[in-house]
């Protein structure tokens, strides 16, 4: 099993950034992927960015050029740096990792872009 938990949510301004992170609770090394998804309200969870054990990364459309994915393989964390904010990365964002075949999710961090 894994134990995911996301940390740095809050309140920024449009064009601010904020730093995501998320803390496994065994190796990274382990792990097939790790990746970023975000739950507006009244909307399906979406993709934002992963990453592969290879550290191949792929990013949804909306994101790209803004927001960038990394791990930390000694501190056994992923990152979610996020840049150029909008009012519409407004959302619930869930770290996620998949590991033996199976797909675990953090709690989530609520990430509010207003002025």
């Known amino acids: 099993q894994v134990q995911l938990v996301e940390s740095g949510g809050g309140l920024v301004q449009p064009g601010g950034s904020l730093r995501l992170s998320c803390a496994a609770s065994r190796s990274i090394f382990s792990l097939y992927a790790m990746g970023w998804y975000r739950q507006a309200p009244g909307k399906q969870r979406e993709l934002v960015a992963e990453?592969?054990?290879?550290?191949?990364?792929n990013y949804a459309d909306s994101v790209k050029g803004r927001f960038t994915i990394s791990t930390d393989n000694a501190k056994n964390t992923a990152a979610l740096q996020m840049n150029s904010l909008k009012p519409e990365d407004t959302a619930v964002y869930y770290c996620?990792?998949?590991?033996?075949?199976?797909?675990?999710w953090g709690q989530g961090t609520q990430v509010t872009v207003s002025s």
């Open positions: 990453i592969s054990s290879g550290s191949i990364t």
């Open positions: 996620n990792a998949v590991f033996s075949g199976q797909i675990y």
